[in-house]
């Protein structure tokens, strides 16, 4: 069966440090990847999606940005974190020729 | 571009009682339809899902939504609600090639004894 993880599961962080966080899925090939920010008062927001290793698309402008150096392994970056990159991010995956999408555990990141 | 609507950010109802929780969405061609569970602090759980086959879909723990092109609805149910069910639900639209999805803003449910 497929499962997707992401670490850390929280994270502390000052304003203007660096952000790596990952997510990787099991048991499947190929897997189309996304990442979601779920802010308070503000929904669930798409911030990136990959079809492909190395194919990355941006859904909304700003201070982050997304990797995908392995079929399964998708990473949400920043160089500079701001205030308002605080909240839930989320990862995704769903497998082609489906329409569903299966959600990781989640990173609680406050940024401070 | 595709939209959903959930009225009602909050819905109480007590142990036992019919569950409904409504969700409308906009779009220019058939849909695909999801309902996800969220419980604190944890991911989101896909509950069921519309894809064009059977318009009354049944999910995990009960749940079941009813696709209604004429209103363009896709309201979830449950007979009875358990105190487990108190979580945030939220529904969702896919679109285009990639299947992104669009989510409402979601709603409480909260489940009194």
């Known amino acids: 069966s497929q499962t997707i993880h992401q670490w850390p599961a929280t994270l502390v962080q000052p304003v203007g440090s660096p952000l790596s966080l990952e997510c990787t899925v099991e048991?499947?090939?190929?897997?189309?990847l996304y990442w979601y920010r779920q802010a308070a008062g503000r929904g669930l927001q798409l911030l990136f999606y990959?079809?492909?290793?190395?194919?990355i698309s941006s859904e909304v402008p700003q201070n982050l940005s997304a990797s995908r150096p392995q079929d399964r392994q998708f990473i949400l970056s920043s160089k500079k974190l701001l205030l308002s990159d605080s909240g839930f991010y989320l990862c995704?995956?769903?497998?082609?020729?489906?329409?569903?999408?299966?959600f990781g555990p989640g990173t609680r990141l406050t940024v401070t | 571009a595709q939209s959903v609507t959930q009225l009602g950010s909050h819905v109480s109802v007590s142990e036992g009682a019919l569950v409904l929780l409504r969700c409308n969405y906009s779009?220019?061609?058939?849909?695909?339809l999801f309902w996800y569970v969220q419980y604190p602090n944890q991911g989101l759980q896909l509950l069921l899902k519309?894809?064009?086959?059977?318009?009354l879909v049944k999910g995990i723990n009960g749940f079941e939504a009813e696709f209604k092109k004429s209103e363009t609805s896709f309201h979830l149910t449950k007979p009875s609600a358990h105190m487990s069910d108190a979580a945030e639900y939220f529904c969702?639209?896919?679109?285009?090639?990639?299947?992104?999805?669009?989510f409402g803003t979601g709603t409480r449910l909260q489940v009194t004894l």
């Open positions: 969702a639209v896919s679109e285009g090639a990639a299947s992104k999805l669009t």
């Open positions: 519309y894809t064009s086959a059977a318009t």
């Open positions: 990959s079809v492909g290793i190395g194919q």
């Open positions: 995704a995956w769903r497998a082609s020729g489906s329409h569903e999408q299966y």
């Open positions: 048991g499947t090939s190929n897997p189309n």
């Open positions: 779009s220019s061609v058939p849909p695909y």
